[in-house]
Structure formats: structure tokens, C-alpha cells
Antibody
Framework: QVLLEQSGAEVKRPGASVKVSCKAP????????ISWMRQAPGQGLEWMGW????????TVAQKFEGRITMTTDTSTATAYLELRSLASDDTAFYYC???????????WGQGTLVTVSS | DIQMTQFPSSLSASLGDRVTITCRAS??????LNWYQQKPGKAPDLLIH???SLQIGVPSRFIGSGSGTDFTLTISRLEPEDLATYYC?????????FGGGTRVEIK
């Protein structure tokens, strides 16, 4: 299965920001939305929001409103997630995934571990 | 928000056993229900979409059923590589929500 390609692990101080990238090879990038999820260690999956790769429109989960920015660079078929004002409970694996025609996430990135620690 | 409740949260079964996982939505989601398998240290993989459609490349021992609020994922004969956590997910409305997961262990 072709994975989306995410950037490497990050360690951040509380209050800092992090930006995670997600490159989408092997298909027409602008045909499908990209969603972001996260998973704290040993916990379940949490949807953060998604972005239309066609027009840049975003939908953000209420919990993250005002604290995340999702963008895309169509020239490089890459999506980005920026999360600001990090706290220790933001420590998690962050995943991007393609939202396919079947209303499901059919391709996922390998995950990016973001550790927030003083 | 639509709440997704999955049970059991964990189970232990023998190779060759039939395994059933249940997912219940807090309101009708028609058939906008997907199942994912997540192996330790890996990203989730799509198994079933639209409640009952097998994703390309997924073994036929994985069977999804249900509609409305009640859904089931069945593994007809448990194999060693099925050791994983399984999640249901609704795509009927935003925010997208996931069940809490069912951890499947091999006896």
C-alpha cells in the first residue's frame, strides 16, 4: 500500500509551535481532501480537521479551532499541519490521510511523533 | 457530535476462531461506517468502507455488516497476523469520530 510521506519526529517546549508535512505521491493531489488525525500514546484516534486540496477550504474540529492551521502546496503535492501553543497533552502521533471517494481514509502517512516536554 | 461506542474493548481468541466486534453510533449514520486495523507501531489500514464493502487487497475473512446505528466487524477465522487494534469510524457528519478501539489478542 502506498503511504503518504510525513516529516520526522519533533520535540518541542510547551508554548511552542510545530509544523508537520505530508507528501502525497502517486495520484492527482488535488482530487482528494487530506485529513489530519492524532493518537496519544496508548490511546485512540482523534480527528483534527481536513483541507480541500482543490480550493484550500478547511474544516476544523471545534477542539482545535484557533490553534491549528492546515495548508497545502499543490506544486509539491504536500499538505501541512501547524499546531500552536503546545502543551504536554499534545504529545502524540500525528497522521495525515487521504479522504477517498468511498468516504473513508484509504491512504495514511506513517505518523509523526510530536513530543512536548520542558 | 456523533458518539461511536465499540465493544468489547479487548478480546482474546484462538487461531481459527470467529471473532465479532460491535460498533454503535449515537444516531443513525446510514452506512457511513468504516473499519480500520492498526498493528502495533503502524498507521491504521482501511479494512471495510460503507459498512460492508471490502477494501481492495483485504482478505475475505474480514466481513462488515450493519446499518443505521449498529454495526459489526467479523473475522471469520482468526489468523496470527490479525493481532491488532480495530477501530470503527463514522463519516456521516463532521466532526469525524472514531470508536475507542478493540484490541484483539491471540490466545
Amino acid at each position: 500500500q502506498v503511504l503518504l510521506e510525513q516529516s520526522g519526529a519533533e520535540v518541542k517546549r510547551p508554548g511552542a509551535s510545530v509544523k508537520v508535512s505530508c507528501k502525497a505521491p502517486g495520484y492527482t493531489f488535488t482530487n482528494y481532501d487530506i485529513s489530519w488525525m492524532r493518537q496519544a500514546p496508548g490511546q485512540g484516534l482523534e480527528w483534527m480537521g481536513w483541507i480541500s486540496t482543490h480550493n484550500g477550504h478547511t474544516t476544523v474540529a471545534q477542539k482545535f479551532e484557533g490553534r491549528i492551521t492546515m495548508t497545502t502546496d499543490t506544486s509539491t503535492a504536500t499538505a501541512y499541519l501547524e499546531l500552536r501553543s503546545l502543551a504536554s497533552d499534545d504529545t502524540a502521533f500525528y497522521y495525515c490521510a487521504r479522504y477517498f471517494d468511498t468516504s473513508s481514509f484509504d491512504r495514511w502517512g506513517q505518523g509523526t511523533l510530536v513530543t512536548v516536554s520542558s | 457530535d456523533i458518539q461511536m461506542t465499540q465493544f468489547p474493548s479487548s478480546l482474546s481468541a484462538s487461531l481459527g476462531d470467529r471473532v465479532t466486534i460491535t460498533c454503535r453510533a449515537s444516531q443513525s449514520i446510514i452506512t457511513f461506517l468504516n473499519w480500520y486495523q492498526q498493528k502495533p507501531g503502524k498507521a491504521p489500514d482501511l479494512l471495510i468502507h460503507g459498512a460492508s464493502s471490502l477494501q481492495i487487497g483485504v482478505p475475505s475473512r474480514f466481513i462488515g455488516s450493519g446499518s443505521g446505528t449498529d454495526f459489526t466487524l467479523t473475522i471469520s477465522r482468526l489468523e496470527p497476523e490479525d493481532l491488532a487494534t480495530y477501530y470503527c469510524q463514522q463519516s456521516y457528519s463532521t466532526p469525524i469520530t472514531f470508536g475507542g478501539g478493540t484490541r484483539v489478542e491471540i490466545k
